[in-house]
């Protein structure tokens, strides 16, 4: 049985079901109706919105906001606020709008790289003539995109106003927008919060701190007077960071590199994810452009020698882990990695010559001793080789394959 099966199995075993009268009771304060005049025509244009801060800040839609004037937020109670647009981000559809007083409840903001296809969702929004309204539904698919970014698409009914109303998961929390309606096919697409986290964290914002995998990976801040193109680009890079599936993490670095070709760390982390979707393509020609960009920094030659090694194109492995070598000549495993690329091509000096190097920088390095011992091997050095099996099993008492490491020894006649 896969893990992914074994997941699946554990997450129907004893999940509490959405409880939709308590979702509704605890957010329905924080939704507003957001009413404006469009400049264009002089029309009355209404959506929804929530309170994304305490501190005055609500969220909307995008296309909702654009191009409006007079723009307020009324609330369940009837109480109506002031809203001016703080920053709108039109190609992932979010507008972070401000009132100038205090308010008195926000929505707890989510993660919806959490939901499956089938979670169940629960939605508040405001439709003409149906303000207010709780509609639920279930995630359709995970796996969408709008406008090239990550989307959610649900069965949820959404009206003509609905856009910019939050969407909560079986926690409460809320884990997007409704963005529109595909009324051909009768589902509702839904913008992910986490698409919103960089433009929230600019505005201290909190939102959830998620794991991020990758060597580079970590957010930045722009700083005052950043050109908007840049400052874009920058978004686009900061919420790859913070999702964690691959697959949304080649998006948004795909996106940042198109707004900013020089974007070294968005090339360096759109390698790595492309890697672990499988797209050695896409990874090797994100890391052959960090190279280009950085020369002084070895970390894309690495990672380009180890996609080439994984291919088994050697003399490229080769070329790239000397490259990278020569930038970091102390790095130890870096020379264990360019031995095992001799290695694997068969060019056993050269191998030895390289794992020696690797030892005489640190001697207890168990890997490098084991990878010495195949190539004294290949070389029929029965006597070296064991000796090198020997002190990898020292150093690694507990591995994995101590077993088989200590036949190799006897079938060495070195036991």
Not at 142 to 148: A, K, V
Not at 215 to 242: C, D, F, H, Q, W
Not at 285 to 301: N, V
Request: charged share 15%; net charge negative.
């Amino acid at each position: 049985i896969s893990i992914s099966m074994i997941l699946l199995i554990f997450t129907g075993i004893n999940v509490a079901a959405l409880d939709a009268e308590k979702i509704h009771r605890d957010n329905v304060g924080a939704v507003l109706v957001i009413e404006g005049i469009r400049t264009l025509d002089g029309a009355k244009s209404q959506g929804s919105g929530c309170v994304i801060s305490t501190t005055g800040y609500v969220l909307a839609s995008a296309h909702q906001t654009v191009g409006m004037s007079g723009m307020t937020g009324r609330f369940q109670d009837g109480t109506v606020i002031q809203l001016k647009p703080v920053l709108v981000d039109e190609a992932r559809e979010f507008a972070l709008l401000q009132t100038n007083r205090t308010l008195q409840q926000a929505v707890t903001i989510g993660d919806a790289d959490t939901l499956v296809n089938g979670s169940e969702l629960l939605s508040i929004a405001a439709p003409i003539n149906l303000e207010f309204s709780t509609v639920l539904g279930t995630v359709a698919s995970t796996h969408r995109s709008y406008r090239g970014y990550p989307a959610i698409q649900a069965g949820l009914t959404a009206t003509h106003g609905s856009s910019g109303g939050p969407v909560f998961d079986k926690t409460g929390a809320l884990i997007g927008l409704i963005t529109g309606e595909l009324a051909a096919e009768q589902f509702t697409i839904i913008m992910p919060i986490n698409n919103a986290y960089t433009m929230l964290e600019m505005h201290d914002i909190s939102t959830p701190k998620l794991k991020n995998e990758g060597e580079m990976e970590s957010t930045l801040i722009p700083v005052t007077g950043t050109p908007p193109k840049l400052l874009r680009a920058v978004m686009a890079y900061n919420n790859g960071v913070y999702h964690t599936r691959a697959e949304s993490k080649v998006v948004d670095y795909t996106m940042a590199v198109k707004l900013a070709p020089e974007f070294y760390e968005a090339w360096f982390n759109l390698g790595v994810a492309a890697v672990q979707i499988g797209d050695t393509e896409t990874a090797a020609q994100a890391f052959e452009t960090a190279s280009k960009i950085r020369p002084e920094d070895g970390r894309s030659l690495r990672n380009l020698g180890r996609l080439h090694l994984t291919q088994q194109s050697f003399d490229k492995a080769i070329h790239f882990l000397t490259m990278a070598s020569q930038l970091d000549s102390n790095n130890v495993s870096l020379l264990n990695d360019l031995g095992e690329a001799y290695r694997q091509a068969g060019e056993f000096n050269d191998a030895v010559r390289t794992f020696l190097s690797a030892l005489a920088l640190d001697p207890n390095y168990a890997s490098a001793h084991y990878n010495l011992g195949l190539a004294y091997m290949a070389l029929k050095d029965n006597t070296r080789a064991a000796m090198q099996f020997k002190q990898y099993l020292k150093l690694a008492p507990q591995a994995a394959d101590r077993e088989q490491v200590a036949q190799v020894i006897k079938t060495l006649g070195q036991s």
